[in-house]
């Protein structure tokens, strides 16, 4: 029997290709499942609630900003509502004082500021592995009280959903 060298060769290339072409590929991006959650009420109308990282930076921000002449952090608690979990909003409650107080409030006697403008940036910093229902990061926020020097904090964030109908929601927050 006489075998033909391009017949043999496409016979090989077949088999290699039904042997690894099913095989799973690093370089591939996977399609992530199409988020379908609501958009937030207002103010938060321009947060996309099914990217993390922008829930994690607006509710950072709005939690450490300070509009008024006196910073209550309760009330800015309060105010990021649409982007915390009912559960950390119960956790957390009467003690929210804590969380911005111990930054905000501080910063803002001292150097006589009416207003505490605060920018939230996701750092570069280690964080754990992201899931579909959790995100975590290290967020550096930038604090301008008045017109002196921009006080920066690192915060740890957590944002998590049960599905992908669901927005991202702050869960956890921790100042260091």
């Known amino acids: 029997m006489k075998v033909r060298p391009a017949l043999a060769i496409t016979g090989i290339g077949a088999m290699l290709l039904a042997v690894t072409g099913c095989a799973a590929r690093d ?3 996977i399609p992530a ?3 379908t959650a609501p958009p937030f009420p207002h103010p938060y109308t321009n947060v ?3 990217a993390a990282e922008e829930v994690l930076t607006a509710a950072v921000t709005r939690i450490f900003s300070q509009s008024s002449e006196k910073y209550d952090p309760a ?3 309060d105010a990021a509502s649409p982007l915390l979990t009912d559960d950390y909003r ?10 911005g107080g111990q930054i905000t409030s501080t910063l803002s006697e001292q150097r006589g500021a009416t207003r505490v403008i605060t920018t939230a940036h996701v750092a570069e910093d280690d964080h754990p592995p992201d899931t579909g229902g959790s995100v975590s990061r290290v967020i550096t926020l930038d604090q301008h009280l008045g017109d002196g020097p921009a006080h920066h904090t690192s915060i740890y964030a957590r944002v998590v959903r049960t599905d992908s109908k669901r927005p991202w929601l702050l869960d ?5």
């Open 27 to 29: 370089d591939v991006a």
């Open 33 to 35: 499942a199409t988020c």
């Open 48 to 50: 996309d609630p099914c």
């Open 75 to 77: 009330t800015s608690f």
């Open 90 to 99: 119960e956790r957390v409650g009467n003690s929210a004082i804590a969380l």
């Open 172 to 176: 956890q927050l921790e100042v260091r």
